[in-house]
Each structure stands twice: as structure tokens, then as C-alpha cells.
């Protein structure tokens, strides 16, 4: 599970607009073309390469799973 202090940081890197939090909006990027149910704790939506690479870092630091 995510912590709040991984959140926080995440939407300091993409704004608090960009990025997905609550269950009513995550469930629509629970599942993919193979059916396969899984709720992401979160889902941001990075708007450069700077951004990208800060979210791949924090997700190093931190050992939480990033799916493109």
C-alpha cells in the first residue's frame, strides 16, 4: 500500500489535478484488455520526460510498482 507521504510526493511531481486517489476513480484502470481485475492505489498522469523520470526515481526510492 502506498503511504501518504509517497501520494503527497507524487502529486508535488504532477500537480494535485494529475493524479487519481479516490476508488470512484481509480476503477476504470482496474482492469485491460485480458480482463484481469487489479484497483491501482493510484494513477497520475505525468505532462513531460522531467516528470516521468521524478515518478521512476520515487518509485525506486520507495519500491512501489509503476505500470505504463
Same mark, same amino acid.
Given at each position: 500500500?502506498?503511504?501518504?507521504? $509517497?501520494? #503527497?510526493? =507524487?502529486?508535488?511531481? $504532477?500537480?494535485? !489535478?494529475?493524479? =487519481?486517489? #479516490?476508488? !470512484? !476513480?481509480?476503477?476504470? &484502470?482496474? &482492469?485491460? /484488455? $485480458?480482463?484481469?481485475?487489479? =484497483?491501482?492505489?493510484?494513477?497520475?498522469?505525468? /505532462?513531460?520526460?522531467?516528470?516521468? #523520470?521524478?515518478?521512476?526515481?520515487?518509485?525506486?526510492? !520507495?519500491?512501489?510498482? $509503476?505500470?505504463?
Amino acid at each position: 500500500m502506498l503511504k501518504r507521504k $509517497v501520494i #503527497s510526493k =507524487l502529486a508535488d511531481i $504532477v500537480g494535485k !489535478e494529475n493524479i =487519481l486517489t #479516490s476508488k !470512484e !476513480e481509480l476503477i476504470g &484502470y482496474a &482492469y485491460d /484488455a $485480458v480482463n484481469q481485475k487489479f =484497483l491501482p492505489e493510484a494513477v497520475v498522469f505525468p /505532462a513531460n520526460a522531467e516528470e516521468i #523520470s521524478r515518478i521512476l526515481k520515487l518509485a525506486n526510492q !520507495e519500491q512501489f510498482p $509503476v505500470i505504463p
